[in-house]
């Protein structure tokens, strides 16, 4: 079979995630919790049969996948398909400060209308489109061996979706958890979903230093 194997990841936490601050493609780093998901995610991931690694090159993705990077020996490539969907106007403003300032618009946002962007950023259509692509191009480079993308929340949900059938407009039932890792298998017929959330790696007594 023509498959690639696909473990997808959403950056570690940020100071911004904390206080639902809209990030979109604003370049925050992770917080002290974020680096800590990233250190016991590089563990976890450790031994895997990776054949390479692809990340966002927004900061709070690319230093999640380098730190997977240096676990397992793989060279990390950057690449912008992977970014996070653009919010224009929206970035840096908290879930609250919408309501207030664009009623309307925040209203669009919620229901997932998926030809409505912010002003300056991505419609939920265009940032499907982009994330399939660039996700069945790389998959396509490495069929029979597995990979690894390192993005974020948008990212994620788009991926479940592909694996799944579920329309953009379908209200989201699953988790889009920071460090948890989401497995995937890609064929030219598309995505099919293996695994998702799966976040044992962050339970407080995952991998200390006598399991690891």
């Known amino acids: 079979m023509h498959a690639t194997r696909i473990i997808a990841i959403r950056h570690g936490e940020t100071a ?3 206080d639902t601050r809209i990030q979109g493609q604003l370049d ?3 917080n002290a919790k974020g680096r800590w998901q990233v250190h016991r995610l590089a563990k976890a991931l450790a031994r895997e ?3 390479a690694i692809y990340s966002s090159h927004l900061r709070r993705a690319h230093d999640t996948a380098r ?3 240096s676990a397992t020996g793989r060279t ?3 690449h912008a398909g992977l970014r996070e969907r653009g919010f224009g ?3 840096g403003k908290t879930f609250a400060e919408l309501e207030a300032v664009w009623p309307e618009q925040a209203l669009r946002w919620r229901k997932r209308d998926p030809l409505w962007a912010p002003e300056g950023g991505e419609s939920l259509t265009d940032l499907r489109e982009r994330i399939t692509r660039t996700a069945s191009e790389l998959a396509a480079r490495h069929v029979g061996e597995q990979i690894v993308l390192v993005a974020h929340g948008g990212v994620m949900d788009v991926l479940y979706r592909a694996a799944t059938g579920q329309e953009l407009q379908a209200p989201r039932t699953w988790d889009l958890g920071n460090a948890a890792i989401n497995r995937l298998l890609w064929t030219p017929g598309g995505f099919t979903l293996v695994g998702w959330s799966d976040t044992r790696h962050l339970d407080d007594d ?3 230093e006598t399991s690891a």
């Open 67 to 69: 730190a997977i990077s």
């Open 49 to 51: 049969p990776i054949s």
């Open 76 to 78: 990390l490539q950057t």
């Open 89 to 91: 106007v929206f970035e």
């Open 28 to 30: 925050i780093e992770l």
């Open 206 to 208: 995952a991998l200390d």
């Open 16 to 18: 911004w995630n904390v």
